[in-house]
């Protein structure tokens, strides 16, 4: 066990995974010079510019390149920079690389990772603070991943580098210094599994990323209280724990789903259909979301703080709930 950083454990699965198979590589804006956040930092000194390739301004450029270098063999990781400039490349990701599989019959795999840094950091306003993953939940043919933890990015990435399928890989901006335990070995994460944060018994709150944490604070202040809340962090949403939700909100009998991501069509959404579908009878109390109002978000922190999700806010929701 060896504890790094966010950004550090990121980096050191792309080094071990590219040292472990000849055929990964890395391509992006600024990967030269060690990605925009650092990403990259000494990849270039050991791997050479034709493994960490710099790549002009044209994230359509990137993508559709790199989704034809997926086809023939390859395994690329495409770096985006922000979720928000990926959009550029949309039609080479959602419409090319998520159903070539489909369209071939099955003749071809795209292994692509896209790695789109997603949420708010550092007063970087609306177009370099959105969490859209979401979108890419939606679509058929993606693997979306949303680590919260330095173990589950070096984990998850890792994965994401071995599967055989599109995986769009989203990483919390404001998580990128968070240090933490991250095992050693080849240690990789399986898709589609929760990690239970903290058992509980009143309700259970599910959340994603770095909500995850703002989650967590929130549930130590409701255990000062008597409130017990079990904490579940998905991980990644498609393919998404739906058993490990399910059973934990059956013991709990409530759902308090919390998400950063404007709420409007959130994922949450779609985790709190499904507990509604599966688990009515079961249910205390209406379930609940939180999210951000659909709304831009703005360069000014006292405004950008009107739609961050806080602590407050959703010890506040459980107390609600419990109480109803």
């Given at each position: ?50 493994r ?7 994230e359509?450029?990137?993508?559709g390149?790199?989704?034809?270098a ?15 400039f ?62 919260s ?5 070096r ?18 901006k404001?998580l990128?210094a ?27 709150i599910?959340?994603?990323s ?33 058993d490990?939700?399910?059973a ?5 009998g409530?759902l308090?789903v ?17 507990v509604?579908?599966n ?6 109390a209406?379930?609940?979301r939180?999210?951000a ?18 602590a407050?806010?959703i010890?506040a ?8």
């Open positions: 066990m060896a504890v790094m950083t966010y950004i550090d454990a990121s980096r050191q699965a792309v080094a071990e995974e590219m040292r472990r198979d000849p055929m990964v590589w890395a391509v992006g804006e600024d990967l030269g010079r060690g990605g925009v956040f650092g990403q990259y930092k000494g990849l270039v000194d050991e791997f050479g510019p034709d960490i390739s710099d790549a002009p301004i044209s359509s450029c990137i993508m390149a790199a989704v034809g997926a086809m023939t063999g390859t395994r690329p990781i495409v770096e985006m920079r922000f979720s928000d990926a959009l550029c490349a949309v039609d080479e990701l959602v419409n090319q690389a998520a159903k070539a599989r489909y369209m071939f019959g099955g003749q071809t795999r795209v292994p692509l990772v896209v790695r789109e840094p997603i949420g708010m950091w550092r007063s970087s306003a609306a177009q370099h603070s959105q969490s859209l993953e979401a979108w890419y939940a939606h679509i058929p043919g993606l693997v979306v991943a949303v680590p933890t330095p173990a589950d990015n984990a998850l990435l890792k994965a994401a580098i071995r599967c055989d399928d599109p995986v769009v890989f989203m990483e919390h404001n990128w968070l240090g933490g335990d991250v095992p050693d070995g080849d240690d990789v994460a399986e898709f589609g599994k929760a990690r239970a944060v903290r058992e509980g018994k009143d309700l259970t599910v959340s994603w770095a909500a995850v944490h703002t989650a967590t604070e929130a549930a130590t202040t409701l255990a000062g209280e008597g409130i017990e809340a079990e904490v579940l962090d998905l991980r990644t949403l498609w393919p998404w724990d739906k490990a939700v399910l934990s909100v059956e013991r709990t409530r308090l919390v998400q950063e991501a404007v709420s409007v069509a959130g994922f949450g959404a779609e985790v709190a259909a499904t509604a579908e688990l009515h009878p079961a249910l205390k209406p379930v609940k939180l999210g109002p659909r709304i831009p978000i703005s360069y000014a922190p006292v405004l950008e703080d009107q739609v961050r999700i806080t407050d806010a010890a929701a459980a107390r609600g709930l419990v109480k109803t």
